[in-house]
């Protein structure tokens, strides 16, 4: 058991010692704000978690943590507020308790105290951690970052925050802010302004803390592959005009593809069927997921198959893999279309029956979810989803970079800062997709697998999450994906 005393209580103080003692480390923890009782328990790790330091002694207190006030409030700093921010050095000693010290060079720290502020960091040493106090508010920087504390203040600020109840709010003021569709950029974020994007740095601080309390977390490593399917079919499930239309194209542009093209209508192997690779592959992991876009109405961003033959793709590769019921809700999920941002209420309507599409092709609800795009709108996105009974979403992630956009390759339940309530949806967070590297980042097959490297050698190290992303076209050896199945492969296998 964990005693924490604080001078002040609050919700987000209950959430985040929630998420990380009770989630990470399997304690009960107990808050209180009575001195007297927080120095009467005896034989119990009591944390102090204040403003200001108090000796060791007198309180008998285990460890301090500086408390920056972040926890205590109830409402959003203004845009435009950041952090005081540091990287530093910490030599993890293992004679100082049974566990075994997490292996990384150095630890990123948020919400410093005063005392470091103003006292620095001479030589490059780590004053900021002694053996009984911590010099920076370690739980309102984990808040911050799985929050998306900077993302809400982000959306309000740029593209206020639609709701269901009033679904045109819209107080725009500058938007080329966003990306071409509206999202919000990995560049405006801290931790890649820092260049900590690629460090799971609540995964780190998470085992800092299990440092000092000598226990380590329950995590364990962790591969989760999971697929997009944006287009079941490359060549059929179009309407004729469509697919008339393509072919000329491809006599003109793309000769190479009429062989296969022909194949695919002719003798039905067509390069995007998901029985053929991505089922397959999947299925080699304990844990895997599988999201089918559902929209009913073809446009230039939502290009899936006609919903006739999607449903009869669906059936036929079900009825192929043997699959049951159990089976399909653990695993597969909707993939919900790009919307506009704005209109909750239009979005919401378009999702409810893309859910009553998928129930119908596969014989159940759906649970999880990725938006399409990474088309992630916090925290309006989260509350659409919520309405229609998603519970795990897996979207946590940048379209244009590599790394962790939450700070953590772990599942949370998410924080909904407008309400200052927990919701029921519990985030997955992924960090390479296949998408990112080969189109945004312009690498190759090769540098490919070594960043996706370089990721799993850290998460194996404190025991993190590897989940990626990839869609039944990269593993197809179909143009312009050719190589890539590879990859995809290598992705999956541990150092």
Same mark, same amino acid.
């Given at each position: 058991m964990v005693l924490l005393f604080t001078h002040q209580n609050s919700q987000r103080i209950h959430y985040i010692f929630g998420e990380v003692l009770a989630m990470r480390f399997g304690f009960t923890i107990e808050i209180t704000t009575d001195w007297e009782y927080f120095q009467s328990k005896q034989n119990i790790f009591k944390v102090l978690y204040t403003e200001n330091q108090l000796d060791t002694e007198s309180s008998s207190h285990n460890l301090w943590i500086y408390n920056s006030g972040l926890l205590n409030e109830n409402f959003l700093r203004p845009w435009g507020f950041k952090p005081t921010a540091k990287a530093f050095e910490f030599n993890f000693v293992s004679e100082k308790n049974t566990i075994t010290p997490p292996q990384f060079p150095q630890i990123e720290a948020l919400f410093l105290s005063p005392k470091c502020e103003i006292d620095g960091f001479p030589n490059g040493k780590n004053e900021i951690i002694d053996n009984h106090s911590i010099q920076f508010d370690l739980f309102a920087e984990i808040f911050w970052c799985i929050s998306r504390y900077e993302e809400i203040q982000w959306q309000i600020e740029h593209g206020g925050v639609a709701s269901i109840e009033n679904p045109n709010n819209n107080p725009s003021r500058n938007r080329a802010a966003s990306d071409k569709h509206g999202r919000y950029p990995a560049h405006e974020s801290l931790l890649y302004q820092l260049g900590w994007l690629q460090e799971p740095v609540v995964d780190k601080l998470v085992w800092l803390l299990g440092y000092f309390i000598n226990k380590q977390p329950v995590d364990v490593f962790e591969i989760i592959p999971t697929a997009d399917i944006d287009m079941a079919l490359r060549y059929g499930g179009r309407s004729l005009f469509t697919q008339v239309g393509s072919f000329l194209r491809d006599c003109f542009f793309k000769p190479s593809l009429l062989i296969e093209r022909f194949r695919a209508v002719f003798l039905g192997k067509d390069p995007y069927q998901i029985d053929k690779a991505?089922?397959?592959? $999947?299925?080699?992991?304990?844990?895997?997921?599988?999201?089918? $876009?559902?929209? !009913?109405?073809?446009?230039?961003? !939502?290009?899936q198959i006609q919903l006739s033959a999607l449903n009869n793709e669906i059936k036929r590769c079900l009825n192929r893999e043997n699959s049951n019921l159990t089976t399909i809700h653990e695993n597969w999920g909707i993939h919900p279309s790009w919307q506009e941002k704005n209109n909750a209420m239009k979005t919401q309507t378009a999702w409810r029956t893309e859910v009553e599409n998928f129930n119908h092709a596969v014989g159940c609800a759906p649970i999880h979810s990725r938006l399409h795009y990474i088309h992630l709108h916090l925290p309006n996105s989260y509350n659409i989803l919520q309405n229609l009974g998603i519970t795990h979403d897996w979207s946590m992630g940048y379209p244009d970079q590599i790394g962790f956009r939450a700070g953590t390759s772990k599942p949370y339940a998410w924080y909904d800062l407008i309400s200052e309530s927990i919701s029921h949806i519990t985030v997955h967070p992924f960090c390479i997709m296949d998408v990112t590297c080969k189109n945004y980042l312009s690498l190759n097959c090769y540098k490919s697998i070594k960043c996706a490297d370089a990721l799993k050698q850290k998460l194996q190290s404190i025991s993190g999450t590897f989940c990626f992303v990839f869609h039944n076209e990269s593993v197809s050896e179909s143009y312009p994906w050719v190589g890539w199945k590879d990859t995809i492969e290598n992705w999956g296998k541990a150092l």
């Open positions: 991505t089922i397959p592959f $999947l299925k080699k992991f304990a844990q895997y997921k599988l999201f089918v $876009l559902f929209h !009913n109405h073809r446009d230039s961003r !939502n290009k």
